[in-house]
């Protein structure tokens, strides 16, 4: 390769990668983009993935064998890595021209169009209409359940439910439990949903003035109150508008808000991405301090019933997500303890205690709703939570699982 070439010195992107059933006993992997710019999904022996920690932009491909001749004492033959680098690429999966001339395609598209389509549809749930209503219908049913909505209770208040936001067909019942409380009380005339942001943004809010659609239709966007929201924070909150294009957090949440009620109620779509690190001095603390206190404003002079749901899921653990051992039997109900103390902080709508949990224990569990259910828990007034439902979904056959729950306020 000549020093022009742009793959000299390869670059992989953030990517997902997981472990795969290999043949005849060898360990493969998967390697897939988490933001959906490329739909491919490689399988690769271990060999070519253990190669990838070195595609970090500093090696050219003899420096990469040298490397990994060097790590594991065998030979990379180099136009193996060649077909490697070149496969990569055509997959988009390396920071290359090819990937940001697609990059920039996709970029320009989504900025043009008024509707953020269903990205999930035919996928995750099905993009027929009348199936999909009636398999979101099921998740209502017993024993896993809570049972079909009954008579409203025009008495009670819900400013805000924790939902899940795991696959539809691993945790569909726990939305079910949160949901059917909200849609016994008198029915909310705005949905702020804050979304959790899997991939990362430069500012950590990121809104959408575009409609949401899915098979059950359209739902409308409240831009006057996403105007105030950036009017009052100050900071480019459209930057990363793209992340809305592909996320599932807020999608999944509007297929339950049309099946309860409709398509009329408008949303504020919101995505959330930070660490517990990040609350508290420095400039993203700020920022996220300036929203809240939109956020918080808005609410308050608004004047119409409001709803906050936080989509988030709880514990991620096992090796697709770094541990090197899997999880069941009693690790996985030390796991599930850990929550359980966790959502007590939660129930008690105590935003700092929830921070403070996940601090001491340095975030060992990876708990990836954090940013929206610390936002919901400090904009929100509410008295009290109650847990409604606890559960974990098995993401893989090697012991990896992720846990959620659900929360109803009052």
């Known amino acids: 390769m000549s020093d022009e070439n742009p793959l000299l010195r390869p670059r992989l992107r953030y990517v997902d990668i997981f472990p795969v059933p290999g043949e005849e006993g060898k360990r493969a992997f998967g390697i897939r983009d988490p933001q959906h710019v490329s739909d491919k999904v ?32 065998v030979e990379f033959p180099l136009d193996l890595l060649e077909q490697l680098c070149q496969v990569l690429d055509e997959g988009l999966f390396l920071d290359s021209d090819n990937f940001e001339l697609h990059y920039r395609r ?7 169009a008024t509707v953020r389509e269903a990205f999930h549809a035919g996928v995750s749930y099905d993009e027929n209409p009348a199936a999909l209503k009636e398999g979101l219908g099921q998740l209502f049913a017993p024993p896993d359940g809570p049972g079909l909505p009954g008579r409203r209770d025009s008495g ?55 409609r949401f659609a899915t098979p059950l239709g359209e739902v409308p966007v409240e831009a ?70 939109a956020l918080r404003t808005m609410m308050a002079e608004d004047g119409r019933r409001i709803c906050l749901i936080a989509s988030a899921d709880l514990a ?42 996940l601090a001491q224990e340095d975030d060992r569990r990876r708990i990836c709703g954090f940013s929206p259910i610390y936002t919901m828990l400090k904009a929100m007034q509410a008295e009290k939570g109650r847990v409604v439902a606890h559960d974990h979904g098995d993401m893989d056959p090697v012991g990896s699982i992720c846990s959620f729950a ?5």
Not at 332 to 350: F, T
């Open 316 to 357: 991620h653990v096992g090796p697709r997500y770094g541990d090197a051992d899997g999880f069941s039997g009693e690790e996985l109900e030390a796991v599930k303890r850990s929550d359980r103390e966790m959502l007590e902080h939660v129930e008690r709508v105590d935003a700092e205690g929830f921070l403070g949990y």
């Open 406 to 410: 659900s929360v109803v306020f009052e």
């Open 42 to 73: 490689l399988r690769l022996q271990i060999e070519a993935a253990c190669a990838l920690q070195f595609f970090d932009g500093a090696h050219t491909l003899p420096e990469i064998q040298a490397a990994y001749r060097e790590a594991y004492k």
């Open 156 to 210: 009670r208040s819900i400013p805000g439910i924790i939902v899940p936001h795991i696959d539809l067909r691993l945790g569909g019942h726990a939305y079910a439990w949160a949901y059917k409380e909200l849609a016994e009380a008198p029915p909310p005339e705005l949905f702020v949903i804050l979304g959790t942001g899997h991939n990362g943004t430069r500012n950590p809010y990121v809104l959408t003035c575009k």
């Open 106 to 112: 996709l970029a320009s598209s989504f900025h043009e």
């Open 224 to 293: 006057g109150f996403i105007s105030g929201l950036q009017a009052r924070h100050g900071g480019e909150l459209f930057e990363d508008e793209l992340a809305h294009r592909s996320e599932h957090t807020i999608e999944f949440q509007v297929l339950f808000i049309q099946q309860l009620f409709g398509n009329t109620t408008p949303v504020v779509p919101v995505l959330c991405s930070f660490s517990h690190h990040d609350p508290g001095d420095g400039s993203t603390g700020h920022s996220i301090e300036r929203f809240i206190d």
